[in-house]
């Protein structure tokens, strides 16, 4: 197993503990014997914490809850009994439905940046994930090691020493710059008479921690918080069991592991050689045939084939943005079409029919009827906004794309991480004469994604800074749309997924020409932002003296997500 680092408790913390969580000392374990609001707030703190979930809970969530009933509660009381049932009537009558009425929360520990994205896949499933935007990685572990991945097979190879002496030298370069760009902005950007000296403070860090967070390998670690019922795990652990990164395959074990003792029926089938077996068989066999076809097609175009150089060249068409590479002319017309249909008599098609005979002011207005008056972006319209999509393709910083990656309702598909499409340099960092520093570090981390690709392909991206760029592809109804567009154009949203909103929203309404569709994504934000968390830090500090926690009291990093 990796050396996952494990915590230290008291004995009165590991009393406690043992009834809440299913191990005390591994990075994966399952939360159980607590309401469901508990669980929920929990992982909310979570993804702005830099503590574990065990220490999380013992130092803001225990001293709230009646422990005192607690003793004797044993998360495998009746467990024997729903196991027979299951067996009956999933075994023998193969109702599937079955294993989606049981769920679990899951806390993932210790995760690097690209084994997050393998857990965040499924659309069927809840997730928190620590933030690098909130949390800073200059400081070290109780064992004194910087905050990333450690994989075995690299270690104990010829270039195990020059892993970790790159590594800690990426991470020593963040820690140096983060408090001299912390420094730059809070002089470039003094505090507002209005403001407290906290708001301007979270305000000015969060911007820093954007600035630098180019410099962190997809190596650095992340704890994430993971809900989904028996059926979306089954499906996710079959996923990563033959998963090209060892790290993803071993995870897979020690989530199989805790998850039996919670829901043991339920995952029943994920490592039965017949059932789960040929299930992951078969994804690894497609896999790996596909990338065979492709290489023999196309030489020049095979994953990874994009080497790395020392310099910052790419090639021509890997420029950082947007294209809208489908979707349908007629698509707003459908979307017109179906918001009629619950309130006619008519067929579809004869909907559709009478809808391309009104003039276009008479669509608009159907259009925006349906939409109504939304007082906030949490107020979309109907599923008639589903009935027209579009396909976009991204360059973008794998920063910005992991952001946009967790979107679940949303087909997300991406080519492997390397560092042959160059990187995105930071506004703050150059501008705050830190350039130098910024561009040796990311030269470091290629040099480094080089010497381990031969050895180590699968591996080699741990090396790769997240502000280097990747290609993807993001397929999304117009509902979808507005939710994803509104969400991360908001003004607290880090610069780069911002800028990508933005012409997601353009794409649409000067590309695709669906004007109405894009009129009705009312709360787009288009400006240019500075200090792009002081919004949300305002609201937050209001929120929190209407409720008498007072300014600096409280929980500050539950304000907004950004």
Not at 112 to 134: D, P
Not at 298 to 316: F, M, Q, R, T, Y
Not at 470 to 493: C, D, K, T, W, Y
């Amino acid at each position: 197993m990796p050396p996952y680092v494990s915590e230290t408790f008291t004995a009165e913390e590991a009393a406690i503990l043992r009834r809440y969580v299913t191990n005390l000392d591994r990075p994966v374990f399952a939360l159980v014997n607590l309401p469901e609001v508990v669980k929920g707030a929990l992982f909310a703190r979570y993804s702005r914490s830099s503590k574990s979930l065990r220490r999380l809970f013992l130092d803001e969530f225990v001293g709230d809850l009646d422990v005192s009933g607690d003793v004797t509660v044993d998360a495998t009381v009746g467990l024997h009994r729903a196991q027979e049932l299951y067996r009956r009537v999933f075994l023998e009558y193969g109702d599937d439905s079955v294993a989606q009425l049981g769920g679990v929360h899951l806390a993932c520990e210790q995760s690097s940046n690209l084994l997050t994205k393998v857990l965040e896949r499924s659309r069927l499933m809840s997730y928190l994930e620590q933030s690098t935007r909130y949390i800073g990685y200059d400081s070290r572990l109780a064992t004194g090691h910087y905050r990333y991945y450690r994989p075995p097979e690299i270690l104990d190879s010829s270039l195990g020493a020059r892993y970790v002496g790159d590594m800690d030298r990426m991470f020593d370069t963040y820690a140096d710059l983060l408090p001299r760009v912390q420094a730059w902005v809070a002089t470039h950007h003094p505090r507002d008479p209005a403001d407290s000296d906290f708001v301007h403070r979270q305000a000015v860090r969060a911007k820093a921690l954007d600035a630098v967070r180019g410099l962190l390998p997809s190596a650095a670690l992340s704890n994430v918080g993971v809900y989904g019922t028996g059926q979306s795990y089954e499906l996710l652990l079959v996923h990563m069991r033959t998963h090209p990164l060892p790290e993803a395959r071993q995870y897979a074990e020690l989530m199989l592991e805790e998850l039996r003792k919670v829901i043991p029926s339920f995952l029943e089938r994920v490592d039965r050689p017949d059932r789960g077996g040929e299930w992951s068989t078969y994804l690894a066999s497609t896999r790996e045939a596909m990338t065979r076809t492709t290489a023999d097609l196309w030489p020049d175009a095979a994953g990874g084939a994009l080497l790395p150089s020392v310099s910052n060249e790419v090639e021509p068409t890997a420029v950082s943005g947007v294209t809208l590479l489908d979707f349908d002319p007629d698509g707003e017309d459908k979307v017109v079409a179906a918001a009629c249909f619950p309130s006619t008599s008519l067929p579809e098609p004869e909907i559709l029919r009478r809808v391309r005979a009104l003039g276009a002011d008479d669509r608009v207005q159907i259009l925006k009827t349906y939409v109504g008056d939304r007082r906030n972006r949490r107020h979309r319209p109907g599923r008639a906004f589903e009935r027209t999509g579009y396909r976009f393709e991204i360059v973008s910083d794998y920063g910005a794309f992991r952001d946009l990656q967790r979107h679940r309702m949303l087909t997300a598909e991406w080519q492997e991480l390397t560092t042959g499409l160059g990187w995105e340099s930071s506004e703050v960092v150059e501008e705050a004469g830190l350039l130098g520093p910024y561009t040796e570090s990311l030269a470091r981390s290629k040099e480094l994604h080089a010497a381990l690709l031969t050895h180590f392909p699968a591996q080699a991206a741990y090396a790769v800074a997240l502000a280097f760029r990747i290609r993807f592809v993001l397929q999304m109804n117009a509902r979808e749309a507005m939710h994803v567009i509104e969400l991360r154009s908001g003004p607290q949203g880090h610069p780069a997924y911002r800028r990508i909103a933005q012409q997601l929203h353009r794409a649409i309404d000067q590309t695709a020409g669906h004007h109405a569709i894009a009129a009705a994504m009312a709360y787009v934000d288009h400006q240019d932002v500075t200090l792009e968390r002081l919004g949300a830090e305002r609201r937050a500090e209001a929120r929190r003296s209407v409720s008498g926690a007072g300014g600096q009291t409280g929980n500050p990093q539950l304000s907004d997500q950004g």
